[in-house]
């Protein structure tokens, strides 16, 4: 029997010959991340276990992203025990204020992912890499702890779905509007631990932006992981960000799939997932009347050049509706100075928009646009539980950068071909 591309590389990191669908391996890890949140745990559980050395000093990101600048002393302490630690140890990719991003945009923009890599990290949307064809899943604190010190990781190797991908997207359908609508299909169990798997036709015609935004949310369907084949895109990506040699799997033609799924890209139309799961979508044709209070543009999820270009591309010439609060947080430094320099910055300002250094901030009720009772906001952001971004009895709405524009200046959900 063939495998999947997630269970080649897993087979090639285990040193095996081949995997099976729900075998347990131990498996060499290629990068291990942490964040402001969680890596202090894993640091006490470090501590905890006695090791004294960390297995490479480059296989190790700690990026802090969740809070920083530090909203408060609780996070201020985090972050220092962060910085502590990557100074004790000499952590090479330790990326904080003034050079830091979120995490999962900063990471591939560094270079620090490669095709046929396998990643793990203490966050959940550490999936997020699938979109270079690397295996990469999140994990726990404590799995943190011990891959820091040992390079190795344990994995149940997923089984997987196929989603062939055919046709071109319209103008204002990203790959965000291709995740959700994926997400209304299958329902927020629908990949429960298998491993979501991208190719086809169509393929050509999803940027890595958008790869990157649809591999992040399929944390959203349950999945262990996301992953794409690696073609011309990829490659042009991955040119002069990565110079070491690096292996691309790619799915054998006798690969067994749990489901195989057909979309074509060119029938999709914009798509919102209202209150409050991700799996209940609507497209731009059926959210009716919907008033909104507050827009975020940015995350992990769509906070890179292109989201923040979509959104300008909008926003030009227009301004907010009144009592609506639209927030841009650019992904990444570079990503903040590009957009700058591109003239974005002027056109979000104009509009009346606030423009916030790189955090996770508002995604995770964090701070920089907490919700108050009552209010709702679209956002570019990849969850939408109950208080997710604030009061339990706020409401967010999960949409593109260019919905989320056209309703920053409509005042409620509105399509961006109307606005």
């Known amino acids: 029997m063939g495998m999947t591309m997630s269970q080649k590389i897993l087979a090639k990191k285990a040193g095996l010959e081949s995997v099976v669908a729900g075998q347990l391996i131990n498996a060499d890890i290629d990068l291990v991340l942490g964040n402001d949140i969680t890596t202090p745990v894993a640091i006490d559980e470090f501590e905890k276990y006695g090791f004294d050395s960390i297995y490479s000093k480059s296989g190790i990101?700690?990026?802090?992203?969740?809070?920083?600048?530090?909203?408060?002393?609780?996070?201020?302490?985090?972050?220092?025990?962060?910085?502590?630690?990557?100074?004790?140890?000499?952590?090479?990719?330790?990326?904080?204020?003034?050079?830091?991003?979120?995490?999962?945009?900063?990471?591939?923009?560094?270079?620090?992912?490669?095709?046929?890599?396998?990643?793990?990290?203490?966050?959940?949307?550490?999936?997020?890499?699938?979109?270079?064809?690397?295996?990469?899943?999140?994990?726990?604190?404590?799995?943190?702890?011990?891959?820091?010190?040992?390079?190795?990781?344990?994995?149940?190797?997923?089984?997987?779905?196929?989603?062939?991908?055919?046709?071109?997207?319209?103008?204002?359908?990203?790959?965000?509007?291709?995740?959700?609508?994926?997400?209304?299909?299958?329902?927020?169990?629908?990949?429960?631990?298998?491993?979501?798997?991208?190719?086809?036709?169509?393929?050509?015609?999803?940027?890595?932006?958008?790869?990157?935004?649809?591999?992040?949310?399929?944390?959203?369907?349950?999945?262990?992981?996301?992953?794409?084949?690696?073609?011309?895109v990829t490659l042009a990506y991955e040119k002069g960000r990565v110079n070491r040699t690096f292996e691309i799997f790619t799915p054998d033609p006798d690969a067994e799939y749990e489901r195989v799924i057909d979309i074509d890209l060119s029938a999709l139309r914009p798509t919102v997932s209202f209150p409050h799961l991700p799996e209940n979508t609507k497209t731009i044709d059926e959210v009716g009347d919907v008033a909104i209070d507050q827009v975020v543009i940015g995350s992990c999820t769509n906070g890179r050049l292109s989201d923040l270009a979509a959104a300008a591309e909008i926003l030009k010439g227009k301004k907010l509706a009144k009592n609506v609060r639209c927030i841009v947080i650019p992904g990444t430094q570079q990503i903040y100075r590009e957009a700058m320099h591109a003239g974005y910055f002027d056109i979000f300002l104009e509009a009346g928009c606030a423009i916030s250094t790189p955090t996770c901030g508002p995604c995770l009720g964090g701070y920089m646009g907490i919700l108050a009772e009552g209010e709702r906001c679209v956002a570019t952001t990849n969850r939408n539980f109950v208080g997710r971004m604030g009061h339990v009895k706020s409401e967010v709405y999960l949409a593109s950068p260019a919905v989320a524009a056209a309703s920053a200046v409509a005042g409620k959900i509105a399509d961006p071909e109307k606005v």
């Not at 990471?107 to 979109?131: I, M, N, Q």
Request: with cysteine; hydrophobic share 40%.
């Open 61 to 232: 990101a700690i990026v802090l992203d969740h809070f920083t600048p530090n909203k408060d002393i609780k996070a201020a302490q985090l972050s220092k025990r962060c910085r502590e630690f990557a100074n004790k140890y000499d952590v090479v990719n330790y990326f904080d204020v003034g050079e830091m991003g979120i995490e999962h945009a900063l990471l591939p923009e560094k270079g620090l992912v490669a095709p046929g890599e396998l990643v793990v990290g203490a966050d959940s949307h550490t999936c997020t890499y699938g979109a270079l064809g690397a295996f990469s899943t999140g994990f726990g604190s404590t799995d943190m702890a011990a891959a820091m010190a040992t390079g190795k990781g344990w994995f149940k190797v997923p089984s997987a779905i196929r989603f062939n991908l055919t046709g071109k997207p319209g103008k204002w359908v990203s790959g965000k509007d291709v995740i959700l609508h994926i997400i209304g299909m299958i329902g927020v169990d629908g990949a429960l631990y298998k491993s979501m798997e991208f190719g086809g036709a169509g393929l050509g015609n999803l940027s890595i932006d958008d790869r990157l935004t649809m591999a992040n949310m399929a944390i959203e369907a349950g999945g262990k992981n996301g992953i794409f084949e690696v073609d011309e």
